[in-house]
């Protein structure tokens, strides 16, 4: 399996920014079979959650509280992506955001590292006061 995240970018707080994770898999695991999910981490920190979204339609999803409200989760199970729609950014935002994508047989969605198995690259955001 392998992710690649993109539309990381410089910008200004209060603007937007939609990033991208394109999944690649193999046979009999197909990218709908994964819950997916956004993670950041900025100098100094570690890892912290940012959003999941649950295997198949995506009927469940999860924010940390400190993007609830501003950013929303999606997938495209037809373009084998997922998306992070992020507005109102704020100079707190900046970090590399990383795509992670859990094989998951349920709707649960975690926030813990644990959770997921497959992670790109990741993609740096920076926001600007």
């Known amino acids: 399996v392998q992710l690649q995240a993109s539309g990381g970018g410089l910008v200004q707080a209060g603007d937007s920014l939609r990033l991208s994770c394109a999944y690649s898999g193999y046979l009999g695991r197909t990218f709908n079979m994964f819950a997916m999910a956004w993670f950041r981490q900025a100098p100094g920190k570690e890892r912290e959650f940012v959003a999941a979204i649950s295997r198949s339609q995506g009927l469940n999803t999860l924010y940390a509280d400190s993007v609830k409200g501003r950013f929303t989760i999606s997938r495209n199970n037809a373009e084998n992506t997922v998306y992070l729609q992020m507005n109102s950014l704020k100079p707190e935002d900046t970090a590399v955001y990383y795509c992670?994508?859990?094989?998951?047989?349920?709707?649960?969605?975690?926030?813990?590292?644990?959770?997921?198995?497959?992670w790109g690259q990741g993609t740096q955001v920076t926001v600007s006061s």
């Open positions: 992670a994508a859990g094989y998951a047989r349920t709707s649960v969605v975690v926030p813990g590292v644990g959770g997921y198995d497959y």
